[in-house]
């Protein structure tokens, strides 16, 4: 079958999984869904039905219904979009997401891309010098980035260029007094309020870039195709672009699967570090209240948001391996 | 394997065979040789290595000083507050702004902390391994059931599901923390070690130990895993390193339950109670951030040595044999994060 058809059919089927894991978790959840609501609900003198009733429309189980109906009922749910509503908060949860979503693929997107181009050349420049005293110098340095986990960029640059040097602001996406629109203030502002994530995001990823990308450099540096590229007197650049950083960039590809699958978890922490309004830091808000219908939308939409950016990532894969359009995938 | 003598060169091809006459004693030394001491040597050879085992065993002093209990429980108000490293050799570290020793607090949640990456670096490779070598090996149906499994797994990003998790289970042994933090860690190098499988497994060694019969079991064991340690190992390093990075990250958004301190729960409270204000408590937030980055640069400084240990090519050049191999390249594993 068409590599793409197949990948595309996956889709559905891995978020159907993801919605069952969902509603799996909600009932495991301590307590089960929303026991000491009802409990505290019921202490109030609140009639039984009506406590029913309020938890329904809060996610959209009904807990007198069997198991399989509750499942059914939030599949339907979750297929009109609708995630019950935030106890904390007090708006539908689809809303908060909505408006949070956008600003961490923002952060992961911007992030990423920074960090895999810094990082291939990079190593493309250290595999090229190999030995140089500029290889030594940044590989030592990879190392040791590679030790420091991205919070700590994070913190440490919180502390000194936004509270003591005031360089940066202390938090949030986009200062209250700038108005919404596409104007060049407010981009600007946009800017300047995801500068520090970003850049300790970016930081936090580089080292091992760079030497996978060093790594596997000097590997098809040492190819034979590469050394019949120089004989046969092709030009340097084409040799570097084509035949070398290619190569070497493709098994790295595939690891660029994982790698949004854990920057994607990753901004859980970074947002709660700079209070960055995306779904990681409504995720743990949410945790904090015991808000369990926008903890599990939080939950559900990162993980499907993986899901859809794996899923591009996938598609343009094909361009860089011919292999793949041609319906071999087994080979990664 | 290369070859230390010409001796052995002649009994390495049927090794079992000729194990077999040595008298146990003879054994249990070359078995010492061959696990114990070359690979010591050969990983203290190297610089980085060198360096990586000293700072572990730093670690594992300090979690040592805590078992037996040779430095003082962190208590409050058992020192001046606020006290800033060196100033008083009592308390090399400083301390915090309720009086407790640093030093103390580090040294006492260091068994835990170790506790818990070494678990849950086991626990992502074991599985990994096992998962990864069975799906490429055996193939077909096996095959296609265990790659959707991981695939799922893939799918769900980790810190999120782990956050939801540990709402649902409150861990706070530290093996059972380990175990859920990397929860779906295993699938991504899993997926990895049955794409390295899938091309030893065309490999004509194998092939030929298929046609003898060998079993199943006993390839996987003797054949293949051979050839994947070196991977297995630096990326057993990785996902520890993950498990320091992931617990920390979410003991500093305080996330996950505790009792007592340890270090992310000291960034969190240095964080949360003014010591990202004023230059006077930089050191508060520091002392757990050089903590955790020492364990974490020990560890891959070790695994940047272990491709050498593994690489049966630097073996041979340790005994002097053979002068003709060239350099080897580094060669650094996986995009994982």
């Known amino acids: 079958m068409n590599y793409y058809l197949r990948r595309t059919i996956r889709i559905p089927i891995t978020v159907l999984a993801v919605v069952t894991l969902t509603f799996g978790l909600i009932r495991l959840l301590p307590g089960g869904p929303f026991t000491q609501l009802r409990v505290q609900l019921l202490q109030q003198g609140v009639p039984a039905e009506q406590v029913d009733a309020r938890i329904e429309a809060l996610q959209n189980i009904r807990p007198d219904a069997p198991l399989w109906q509750q499942y059914l009922d939030y599949l339907v749910g ?47 420049i250290q595999a090229y010098w190999e030995g140089s ?3 030594t110098v940044f590989s030592g340095g990879s190392i040791f980035l590679m030790a420091v986990p991205y919070y700590i960029f994070a913190v440490i640059g919180l502390f000194f260029l936004a509270y003591q040097f005031r360089l940066f602001p202390t938090g949030n996406a986009v200062a209250r007094t700038v108005e919404t629109g596409f104007t060049l203030e407010y981009f600007i502002n946009v800017l300047h309020h995801a500068a520090l994530p970003i850049i300790a995001f970016t930081i ?26 120089r004989l046969r007197g092709l030009a340097d650049s084409r040799i570097a672009t084509r035949y070398v950083a290619q190569n070497a960039i493709l098994p790295m590809y595939t690891g660029l699967l994982l790698l949004i699958g854990f920057r994607l978890g990753g901004t859980v922490v970074l947002e709660e570090i700079f209070s960055y309004p995306g779904l990681g830091y409504y995720l743990i808000e949410a945790v904090n209240a015991n808000d369990y219908p926008l903890m599990m939308g939080c939950f559900l939409v990162i993980t499907v948001t993986l899901v859809v950016a794996v899923y591009i990532a996938d598609l343009t894969y094909g361009l860089i391996d011919p292999r793949i359009s041609a319906g071999d995938s087994d080979g990664y | 394997m290369a070859t230390e003598t010409d001796a052995s060169e002649e009994i390495d091809w049927r090794s079992d065979a000729s194990s077999a006459e040595m008298s146990p004693r003879e ?55 606020l006290l800033t490293p060196f100033e008083s050799m009592q308390y090399p570290l400083g301390t915090t702004q309720s009086g407790v020793d640093l030093l103390a607090l580090i040294i006492d949640s260091t068994p835990f902390i170790l506790l818990m990456v070494l678990a849950g670096g086991v626990w992502a490779t074991g599985i990994a391994v096992v998962v990864g070598t069975v799906s490429g090996y055996k193939g077909g149906t096996v095959d296609t059931v265990i ?47 049955r ?15 298929r046609t003898m019969g060998t079993s199943t079991p006993r390839i996987l064991l003797k054949d293949v895993l051979p050839n994947l340690m070196p991977y297995v190992m630096v990326n057993f390093v990785l996902a520890a390193r993950y498990t320091i990075f992931a617990s920390v990250g ?41 903590a955790i980055v020492g364990l974490t640069f020990g560890l891959i400084l070790v695994s940047q040595g272990l491709d050498r240990v593994f690489n049966p090519q630097v073996r041979t050049r340790l005994t002097g044999e053979s002068e003709s191999i060239e350099e080897e390249s580094d060669t650094t594993t996986t995009g994982m994060m």
């Open chain 1, 204 to 229: 936090g990823g580089i080292g091992s870039t760079a030497l996978n990308m060093r790594g596997n450099s000097i590997q098809v540096l040492g190819e034979e195709y590469v050394e019949v590229a």
């Open chain 2, 250 to 290: 979410l003991y500093f958004i305080g996330v996950l339950p505790y009792s007592g301190q340890n270090w992310g729960v000291t960034l969190n409270n240095a964080y949360n109670q003014g010591g990202l204000f004023t230059m006077q408590a930089f050191h508060w937030l520091l002392v757990p951030i050089v």
């Open chain 1, 78 to 124: 979750v297929l009109q979009l609708d995630l019950g509503e935030s106890i904390s908060l007090g708006t539908p949860v689809i809303e908060v997401i909505a408006r949070a979503l956008p600003w961490t693929v923002f952060l992961v997107v911007t992030s990423t891309v920074l960090m895999f181009v810094i990082g291939v050349l990079l190593g493309a």
């Open chain 2, 147 to 193: 790659t959707s499994i991981s695939d799922f797994f893939m799918a769900i990003p980790g810190l999120p599901l782990v956050i939801v998790l540990a709402l649902a289970f409150s861990p706070e042994n530290p093996i059972f923390l380990g175990v859920i933090l990397t929860i779906n860690y295993w699938a991504g190098l899993g997926r990895s070690i």
């Open chain 2, 195 to 209: 794409s390295q499988v899938l091309s030893i497994r065309e490999a004509s060694y194998i092939e030929a130990a």
């Open chain 2, 27 to 81: 054994r249990v030394r070359e078995l010492y040789r061959r696990w114990i001491y070359e690979p010591a040597v050969i990983a203290w050879s190297d610089g980085r290595t060198r360096i990586g085992i000293l700072i572990l065993s730093v670690y594992v002093l300090m979690a040592l000083v805590e078992l037996l209990g040779l430095w003082r429980e962190p208590s409050t108000n058992q020192a001046g507050r």
């Open chain 1, 133 to 135: 005293t500029f290889d």
